[in-house]
């Protein structure tokens, strides 16, 4: 169900007419809510722009136009109203008509003139309300047939084990192999993967990604949060976990006073048979600082203070979630998990931090990276409590599961690369 997560302004997006009179992909659409209580309009994921009325047909002088206002009920249903009017191009206003209120005028509530052009594109509109999630159309929506991506707007929204049970029900068809659904996930996962490059090369798309998903808070953390929990196929296949079931963010791991207070909060939790932790920092977190310092050893070189906070909260996050779990009830799917199956004695912490190619680059034959690179295999090779994995490696990882090839070496030159139509 939709909830008001975001207070959105004219200043956050720009607002514009959209046209459906050109070939329009209405799957580039989004309904997102406005700073107005109760009510929604279309954000473009495209044109990164919002709007509430359409373009129906687009004459020389004039437009014929659809205001299509979503506003949220108290059953939670989003109620659809539509006004239609006739735009002048050269005056750049709305045409308005007198009508003279005779007794038959009277019993005309509304009258809308399209042509064959406008018709269509009014009921292309129409086909995209039905398949807006939480849409009430009272008894048309009875009649009508779901289609494809009404369907899938709707799967989205179901709870993981509802899913299973959904997908359960299509792969028992006989006429779909193997093969055929590995080619349905690679497509989509090669879209995620072509993302997570932009996200590492360009320091730029941080910001375009924080936009586009309405990331309130500050901080690339934040960003990096909202990419892996909306994609956890990557930590899944990636940290050597056999299956983690669910993601939940912030969740906490101490144990907390009435008040909600005292308790640390790490940044991802998966419960399969063992707890896992997953603490993250940002790829621009670097692991050594620039300069030696005096204490560290021959052959050695001195970590940044943010790795080593990454570090202790990991350790911290660990040993609290150690001393609490017992008293807690894990929850999954509304059902309490049995803690003496589900063992978290010793929970699997990880780590996420910085990027090894961007800041030890493996081709480079300076003798200070060379002594940083050793340091850090030294270093993660015997810390048996903490993985420690960079972006670049975890993106490595998952590029090679979707591709099944390895990727080609990161561009921190910000030159294009279109990974789904790359020669490789």
Request: net charge neutral; proline share 2%.
């Amino acid at each position: 169900m939709l909830s008001v997560t975001r207070t959105s302004t004219d200043q956050d997006f720009e607002k514009r007419v959209i046209d459906i009179t050109k070939d329009f992909n209405f799957s580039n659409l989004e309904v997102r809510p406005t700073h107005i209580n109760k009510f929604y309009f279309f954000y473009n994921k495209i044109e990164r722009c919002f709007g509430d009325t359409f373009i129906l047909t687009d004459q020389m002088t004039i437009q014929r136009r659809c205001t299509l206002t979503l506003i949220k009920n108290e059953d939670g249903k989003l109620l659809p109203k539509l006004e239609f009017f006739i735009w002048n191009k050269e005056e750049n206003r709305k045409v308005n008509k007198q009508v003279n209120e005779t007794d038959n005028m009277l019993k005309i509530k509304a009258r809308v003139e399209l042509e064959k052009d406008g018709s269509e594109n009014f009921w292309k509109l129409i086909g995209f309300l039905v398949t807006i999630k939480d849409i009430e159309l009272k008894d048309f929506g009875v009649y009508r047939v779901t289609n494809s991506n009404a369907y899938i707007s709707e799967f989205k929204t179901k709870k993981e084990f509802e899913k299973i049970e959904e997908l359960k029900k299509i792969f028992s068809d006989p006429n779909l192999d193997e093969s055929t659904i590995r080619r349905a996930l690679s497509d989509t996962r090669k879209q995620t993967i072509d993302e997570f490059r932009k996200l590492l090369e360009d320091d730029l798309y941080i910001d375009v990604y924080r936009k586009e998903k309405l990331i309130l808070e500050s901080g690339d953390e934040v960003v990096w949060h909202h990419f892996l929990k909306n994609n956890d196929w990557i930590l899944g296949l990636n940290v050597d976990i056999k299956f983690i079931k669910d993601f939940t963010d912030e969740v906490n791991v101490g144990i907390q006073n009435t008040a909600g207070a005292g308790s640390p909060k790490t940044d991802l939790m998966g419960i399969s048979d063992y707890t896992v932790l997953v603490e993250l920092k940002t790829a621009k977190t670097n692991f050594f600082t620039l300069v030696k310092k005096n204490t560290s050893r021959t052959n050695t070189w001195s970590f940044t203070d943010d790795l080593i906070d990454g570090i202790s909260q990991c350790l911290g996050q660990k040993f609290d979630w150690e001393e609490s779990h017992a008293a807690k009830d894990l929850i999954d799917n509304n059902n309490i998990l049995d803690q003496y199956i589900h063992d978290t004695v010793d929970p699997k912490t990880i780590l996420i931090v910085g990027n090894k190619q961007k800041e030890l680059p493996i081709d480079s034959k300076d003798t200070d990276v060379l002594k940083k690179r050793k340091t850090l295999e030294r270093f993660r090779r015997n810390n048996r409590n903490i993985e420690i994995i960079s972006f670049d490696e975890l993106y490595e990882r998952a590029y090679f599961i979707v591709n099944n090839k390895h990727a080609k070496k990161l561009n921190f030159n910000k030159i294009e690369i279109n990974l789904i139509k790359a020669p490789f």
